[in-house]
C-alpha cells in the first residue's frame, strides 16, 4: 500500500512538472525573481518577497511619497476578499503584477495599477481542518521565484503556481495530515530550494522546516528543531544536532506523547552575506515545562533562534531566548539582518522582538548575544538578562508548576509581539514593532478535563479557570489594561526612542521608507503614517475595519503606490473576549487597499455592528451546571468564541446566538457537526450530547450576567462610526 502511495504520488509530481511558464526565463513578471533581485530588492519599484528582500527589514528606498506630502495620499484602488476572518499577507508585486494570499490559503493576482483581477487559486481546503489551525485560518503571503509563486496551505501542502496563469505547476504534502500540523507562513526560496515550516504545537506535534527543490518539488534537507520523542534517529539534516540537544529534555514527560513542539511557523530568513538560514522556532508542546519535561532542562530548540547552512539543512549555532519555556513564548517572531554600530565595531546582526517582551540583537557570526532589552512596560517573567550568560534573570514565581499557585503574567501568549510583521530604517537606526500589552493568568490544571484531548488545545493549563471572574471591575481593568503601542526600538542604545500608544492590542504590522516614513494600519480602522525619526504622525485614513498585515510599497510607471489587506481575525480577536474592548466591534471587512498620492477612490460606508441587547433564554441553570459548562467551554471554545463567551466580533458571538434558546439547534451544531463545512466541527469526540447542553447552559448565564453588569456589548465596546473612524 504504501509503494502503490508512493507511486502515484511520484507520478503526480512527474505530470506537474511537464507545466511551463510563458515568462519563466524572461527578465521580466515573476521570471526576473532570482537570487540577485531577492538580495538587493532591486531599486524598490518591485516588492519581490515578503520582507522586501533577503534582509527581510521591510524598508523600501522609495521617496516619492515622503513626511512632507504623504497627507496627499489617496485610495487609487481596493479590491473585496470573499473570506471574513484575518487577512495577514504583505503584498508582492512584481513588474506590475501584484499578488496576496487570503484565509483558508487562497492565492490572488491584480493589476497593481488598476486593480483588474488576473486570476484566482482556491486549493480547496477541506474546512474541517479549521479546527487544528490555532490562531484562525490565515495565511501570511507567497514567495516568488523564476515564475513561480509558493504557497504553503492550511493542510499542510507546498504548491508551486505558475504565476502568469495561477495553474498549479506541482504540489506536495509536507505534513502527516493524520496529526495537527498547519501552515499559515510564507515560505523562502534560497538558493532553488523553497523553504517551509508549519504549525501545530498548540495541539500536539514535532517542528520541522523542509527545503524542496523550486523547479520540481523534490525534498532536499530536513531539520527537526527538537529530538525524536522514540529516541531514533530520523536519517535528517539535523540528526548530528539532535544528539546534542537531547540531554535538555527529561527521559520521561509528555513531549514523549505530544512530540514536543518547536515549530517553525513563521520566521525562515535568509543571510546572503554570510550564506546562513535563520529559523525562529516556537513553544513547547505542552506549553507547561513541568507536564511537558518535568520540569527538566532547557528543552533546545524551543524559542530559539537557530542558525543552519541552507545548501543541506547542517546546524550552525543557536541562541535560545527563553530557556525551559513554558509561557507559550515563542521565537518564531519576525527577523530583520542589519550590520550596526556597536561598542565602536561593524556588527553583523539579527534582531528580534518576540513575544517575551525583550528585544534581542545577536551577532549573527556566531549567536551571541549583544543586547536584550525590554521593550514593553511590566514584564514580570524576567527582570532582565545576563550578558555573560545570555540567560534571563527569572522570577520564581512565574514557573506556576513549581510554585502551585496561579501566575498573572505579563506579557501573555497573546503578546508582546506576535506575527505582526516588524520593520527596520537603516536611515532612522531604529526598527518599529507593532507591540501588544495584554496579561493573561498561568494555572496548572486542576482536573482530568485538561488532559490532551483529540480536539482542543493541549497546553497543559486549566484554561477554564484562567477566564474573566464574574466582577465587572475586573473585567473592565483587564480591558483598560489591554492595550497597544508601537514602539521604536534603538538596538545601539538598547532603548526605545519613541513610542505611540493605542487604546486597544492587536495593530497592524509595519513597513518603513526611505521617505522616512513608518505605515501602520490599527485595530480600530484606521492606516497611518508616521515620521520614521521621530514618531510625528502625519498621515491618517479611516478604512472601515481594523488592519493586522503589513504593506508593502512599489513603482508603476512614475507613481509610487503603498498597498495593505484590511480586515480583523488572528488569535487575539477570536479568544480575548471582553478585553478586546472598543475593537470588539469594529466591523470585519476583508479588503485589499492600494494608494498613491492623489487617489481619489472612496470605499463605501461601512455597517456597525448591531450591539442591541439581544432578549436571552430564561437562565434556569444550577451553578453546579454553570461550573460544568464553564470547564468545557473554557477548555474547548474560548481560543475561537473568546474568554467567557465575550466574542471578538469575528467568528459568532454566541452570547448573541439566537440557538442558545433551541437545545436540539444547539445540539445539532456541537454534536452533530451541522456547520461542519463551514469550519464548525462536531465535539462528539470529547464532549456527550449533556455535556453540550452544558455549554449552552453557561453561555446564557455569562450572558445574563454580562448585560446586566456590563451592558451587553453596547456598554463594553461601544460601535465606530460608520467611515470607521475612531
Request: proline letters at 6%; hydrophobic letters at 40%.
Amino acid at each position: 500500500m504504501r509503494i502503490t502511495i508512493a507511486l502515484a504520488a511520484a507520478l503526480a509530481l512527474t505530470s506537474c512538472n511537464v507545466a511551463t511558464s510563458q515568462d519563466r526565463d524572461a527578465a521580466t513578471g515573476a521570471g526576473k525573481v532570482d537570487a540577485a533581485l531577492l538580495t538587493s530588492g532591486g531599486d524598490g519599484r518591485d516588492w519581490a518577497m515578503t520582507g522586501f528582500n533577503y534582509q527581510e527589514q521591510r524598508y523600501s528606498p522609495l521617496t516619492q511619497i515622503n513626511a512632507g506630502n504623504v497627507g496627499q495620499l489617496g485610495l487609487a484602488w481596493y479590491a473585496d476578499m470573499p473570506d471574513a476572518r484575518g487577512q495577514e499577507a504583505t503584498p508582492i508585486v512584481i513588474d506590475g503584477k501584484l499578488f496576496v494570499t487570503g484565509p483558508w490559503s487562497k492565492v490572488f493576482a491584480y493589476d497593481a495599477g488598476t486593480g483588474q483581477k488576473l486570476w484566482e487559486f482556491d486549493p480547496g481546503i477541506d474546512k474541517s481542518k479549521g479546527v487544528e489551525a490555532c490562531c484562525d485560518v490565515v495565511n501570511r503571503g507567497v514567495a516568488a521565484w523564476k515564475g513561480r509563486l509558493y504557497v504553503g496551505t492550511i493542510d499542510g501542502r507546498l504548491i508551486a503556481l505558475n504565476a502568469v496563469t495561477g495553474k498549479q505547476d506541482w504540489s506536495v504534502q509536507t505534513t502527516d495530515n493524520s496529526k495537527p500540523y498547519t501552515i499559515t507562513g510564507a515560505p523562502r526560496v534560497v538558493k532553488g530550494m523553497v523553504m517551509i515550516g508549519n504549525g501545530g504545537a498548540e495541539f500536539g506535534v514535532r517542528g520541522y522546516v523542509t527545503a524542496y527543490d523550486a523547479t520540481t518539488g523534490a525534498k532536499k534537507w530536513r531539520f527537526y528543531t527538537v529530538p525524536n520523542p522514540t529516541g531514533a534517529k530520523d536519517g535528517e539534516a539535523s540528526d548530528a544536532a539532535m544528539a546534542k540537544v537531547s540531554p535538555t529534555w527529561s527521559k520521561n514527560g509528555q513531549w514523549k506523547q505530544s512530540g514536543g513542539g518547536g515549530t517553525v511557523w513563521d520566521s525562515i530568513v535568509y543571510d546572503a552575506e554570510l550564506d546562513q538560514l535563520y529559523l525562529g522556532v516556537g513553544n513547547g508542546s505542552p506549553w507547561n515545562h513541568g507536564l511537558r519535561s518535568e520540569g527538566e532542562g532547557d528543552n533546545l530548540f524551543l524559542s530559539s533562534i537557530v542558525a543552519l547552512k541552507p545548501d543541506t539543512g547542517a546546524y550552525v549555532w543557536h541562541y535560545q531566548e527563553t530557556p525551559g519555556e513554558t509561557w507559550d513564548f515563542t521565537a518564531t517572531q519576525p527577523i530583520n539582518l542589519a550590520t550596526l554600530a556597536i561598542g565602536g565595531q561593524q556588527r553583523k546582526v539579527l534582531m528580534q522582538a518576540p513575544k517575551n517582551g525583550f528585544f534581542y540583537v545577536v551577532d549573527r557570526t556566531n549567536g551571541k548575544l549583544i543586547n536584550a532589552g525590554q521593550f514593553i512596560p511590566g514584564v514580570n517573567w524576567a527582570t532582565g538578562y545576563d550578558m555573560k550568560t545570555g540567560r534571563p534573570i527569572e522570577n520564581p514565581e512565574a514557573r506556576y508548576y513549581k510554585t502551585g499557585k496561579p501566575f498573572l503574567a505579563t506579557p501573555s501568549a497573546i503578546a508582546a509581539h506576535n506575527w505582526q510583521p516588524m520593520s527596520f530604517n537603516p536611515q532612522a537606526g531604529l526598527a518599529y514593532i507593532p507591540a501588544q500589552i495584554v496579561g493573561s493568568a498561568y494555572l496548572s490544571p486542576s482536573s482530568p478535563l485538561d488532559a490532551a484531548k483529540p480536539i482542543g488545545f493541549n497546553v497543559g493549563q486549566d484554561l477554564g479557570n484562567a477566564m474573566y471572574p464574574r466582577d465587572a471591575a475586573a473585567v473592565k481593568a483587564a480591558t483598560a489594561g489591554a492595550t497597544g503601542q508601537l514602539v521604536a526600538w534603538d538596538p545601539v542604545a538598547n532603548k526605545a526612542r519613541w513610542t505611540v500608544d493605542y487604546p486597544t492590542p492587536w495593530n497592524g504590522g509595519t513597513m518603513t521608507t526611505a521617505g522616512n516614513l513608518v505605515f501602520q494600519g490599527t485595530a480600530m480602522g484606521e492606516f497611518r503614517a508616521y515620521t520614521a525619526d521621530t514618531g510625528k504622525q502625519v498621515f491618517n485614513y479611516p478604512v472601515g475595519t481594523g488592519i493586522m498585515a503589513g504593506a508593502s510599497t512599489f513603482m508603476i510607471g512614475k507613481d509610487q503606490y503603498v498597498a495593505v489587506l484590511a480586515g480583523r481575525g488572528g488569535a487575539l480577536p477570536l479568544s480575548l473576549g471582553y478585553a478586546i474592548g472598543k475593537a470588539r466591534d469594529v466591523p470585519n471587512v476583508p479588503r485589499l487597499l492600494v494608494f498613491k498620492l492623489g487617489g481619489k477612490v472612496a470605499l463605501p460606508a461601512t455597517q456597525t455592528q448591531d450591539s442591541t441587547p439581544v432578549a436571552l433564554p430564561e437562565n434556569k441553570a444550577t451553578p453546579q451546571q454553570v461550573a460544568q459548562g464553564q470547564a468545557l467551554y473554557g477548555r474547548y471554545c474560548q481560543v475561537c468564541h473568546g474568554a467567557s463567551a465575550g466574542g471578538g466580533g469575528v467568528l459568532p458571538n454566541l452570547q448573541r446566538s439566537a440557538t442558545l434558546a433551541d437545545a436540539d439547534t444547539w445540539k445539532s451544531i456541537l454534536i452533530d457537526g451541522a456547520l461542519k463545512d463551514q469550519g464548525m466541527v462536531s465535539f462528539a469526540k470529547v464532549m456527550t450530547p449533556e455535556q453540550a447542553q452544558l455549554v449552552r447552559l453557561y453561555v446564557i448565564d455569562e450572558a445574563t450576567w454580562a448585560q446586566k453588569n456590563l451592558g451587553d456589548a453596547k456598554a463594553a465596546a461601544a460601535s465606530p462610526k460608520a467611515s470607521g473612524a475612531n
